[in-house]
């Protein structure tokens, strides 16, 4: 005698297995172990199409078993998409026997495999579960079936999801990295443009200077103070491009949003006038694993800009952190940092060369400081976005939760 399955319950019990994994992929990974313990089978193999939808293969992979995939011209794969039921070997003829171990002969010789069940899901198939069987195998068979069939349709959907969203993350930093490349150019350019003309103040200069024959210090003193103010120009845009250059090392940790936000106000608290107010809003323990010093970079510039625009007293720049998409996929939450300040905005004209590079308007600035926020953004995997008008300027900072360094680096 054996234990009849409620296999409502089973299936209850895969949706939490499932709610306690990060990635649904990962469930496959141990999903013969599962079946062998909830299921009255003896042995089971699982064969799963690919995310390039060419061939099946065991899942998980294992290099101990030299099993070759099966591609959709195999006759195995070709029974069972055309037939769609499943697979009894004691009831097939010896004549469908021979031609389904044509293919992969190993499969069935070495494996004593009895009964093959397809995972279809929307009319496709996408995989198979491989079973060999015991007495209550055969009792419980159509109840197996139909736990399969449910399972089939809750499982994959989700593994296609995340293998989709996974090619849509390397086909983002593909693009990404072309973005970059010209960004790079764009880049150099109009360095080589920027760093020519203070240059070209200072060899005028120095000319002037081995031409003069008898001179004072008071008849110098002004070219020399035109020369250091071009030579700190220069400095500016090398260590910008430096920075930029160094986009790409991340010390990716997780990290408080809060924490980013105070350490970049102590950062520049000198130079924050006691004129202006700073209210903070915080939606608590808003984590994210990125680079602590690229974001707190990126934050530090923004705050420093919003310091800089309040002209009128009393000024005061509002800041907040919050979710986006709290009620979609993980993949889909972008957690925001929103930094607002009072001051005049930005004219119309100029709003089209915010992030262009070498293009301000302060007198002593180099114009990379958002070019550079922009491209650090980027490189983190998210976003910024600026909205202003009269009344004031608002910053907006978004990330997703984890930036996919894997990604990235296979890519």
């Given at each position: 005698m054996f234990k009849k399955i409620d296999y409502t319950q089973l299936i209850e019990k895969?949706?939490?297995?499932?709610?306690?994994?990060?990635?649904?992929?990962?469930?496959?990974d141990f999903f013969s172990e599962f079946l062998c313990k909830n299921l009255p089978v003896t042995q089971t193999w699982v064969f799963m199409l690919n995310n390039r939808d060419t061939e099946f293969a065991l899942h998980p992979f294992n290099p101990?078993?030299?099993?070759?995939?099966?591609?959709?011209?195999?006759?195995?794969?070709?029974?069972?998409?055309?037939?769609?039921?499943t697979l009894i070997m004691k009831n097939e003829t010896p004549s469908r026997l021979n031609f389904l171990e044509k293919d992969n002969p190993e499969l069935f010789e070495h494996w004593n495999i009895d009964i093959i069940i397809p995972l279809y899901s929307l009319k496709k198939l996408y995989g198979f579960v491989a079973i060999k069987a015991n007495n209550a195998t055969y009792k419980e068979l159509?109840?197996?079936?139909?736990?399969?069939?449910?399972?089939?349709?809750?499982?994959?959907?989700?593994?296609?999801?995340?293998?989709?969203?996974?090619?849509?993350?390397r086909n983002y930093f593909k693009i990404y990295r072309m973005d970059r490349l010209a960004m790079v150019g764009e880049l150099a350019a109009s360095a080589a443009h920027e760093i020519k003309n203070p240059l070209a103040g200072i060899s005028t200069f120095l000319k002037y200077f081995t031409e003069?024959?008898?001179?004072?210090?008071?008849?110098?003193?002004?070219?020399?103070?035109?020369?250091?103010?071009?030579?700190q120009r220069i400095d500016e845009i090398v260590k910008s491009l430096l920075s930029f250059s160094r986009f790409k090392n991340k010390k990716v940790e997780k990290i408080c949003l809060s924490d980013i936000i105070d350490s970049s106000i102590r950062s520049i608290s000198l130079k924050i006038p006691h004129t202006i107010e700073i209210n903070k809003k915080f939606?608590?323990?808003?984590?994210?694993?990125?680079?602590?010093?690229?974001?707190?970079?990126?934050?530090?510039?923004?705050?420093?800009?919003?310091?800089?625009?309040?002209?009128?007293?009393?000024?005061?720049?509002?800041?907040?952190t919050y979710v986006k998409g709290r009620d979609q996929f993980p993949s889909k939450e972008l957690f925001t940092i929103s930094i607002k300040d009072n001051g005049p905005g930005i004219s119309d004209s100029f709003k089209e060369k915010l992030f262009q590079p070498f293009q301000t308007t302060k007198e002593e600035g180099t114009g990379l400081g958002l070019y550079t926020c922009y491209g650090l953004m980027k490189s983190l995997g998210g976003s910024i976005i600026i909205n202003s008008d009269s009344r004031g300027t608002e910053v907006i900072l978004s990330l997703p939760y984890s930036f996919d360094e894997e990604v990235e680096k296979n890519d």
């Open positions: 895969v949706l939490k297995e499932l709610e306690a994994l990060n990635y649904t992929e990962q469930f496959l101990a078993i030299s099993l070759e995939p099966l591609t959709w011209n195999s006759n195995l794969v070709i029974y069972l998409k055309n037939s769609g039921k159509d109840s197996i079936e139909g736990f399969f069939k449910i399972l089939s349709n809750i499982l994959i959907p989700l593994v296609v999801s995340e293998r989709s969203q996974l090619e849509s993350n003069l024959k008898d001179f004072k210090k008071k008849d110098i003193i002004e070219e020399l103070n035109i020369m250091r103010q071009s030579v939606d608590n323990d808003l984590f994210i694993e990125t680079d602590f010093q690229q974001l707190q970079q990126v934050v530090v510039n923004i705050l420093f800009n919003a310091v800089e625009a309040i002209r009128q007293n009393p000024g005061k720049i509002d800041i907040a």
